[in-house]
């Protein structure tokens, strides 16, 4: 699946305008909740933690006009705990 981490920034701009260092502070604060979020995935003890922390991604990704990894978390929310799908998410956010 390829990821368009171009597309957080034309979200951005078009929402704040083109301003570089405000654009770089919500970029950072995109990946930094991202990065919670996959933590909460590798550390869910239940499948409701699961889901949930699937679901927070997907709120994320939708909120940063990020829809590839939107679809990706969509999946993962609606699937039973599988770490290859976090490594999936972690290489996801990591184009960003």
Do not use: N
């Amino acid at each position: 699946m390829a990821y368009d981490p171009g597309a957080i920034d034309a979200t951005l701009a078009a929402a704040v305008g083109e301003d570089p260092q405000l654009i770089a502070e919500l970029r950072r604060a995109f990946l930094e909740s991202a990065e919670r979020c996959v933590a909460a995935l590798r550390t869910a003890e239940t499948p409701e933690a699961w889901r949930a922390a699937g679901l927070r991604l997907k709120g994320l990704a939708a909120s940063f006009g990020a829809v590839r990894l939107m679809a990706l978390a969509e999946e993962v929310a609606g699937a039973p705990k599988d770490l290859r799908l976090v490594a999936r998410v972690e290489r996801a956010v990591g184009r960003f």
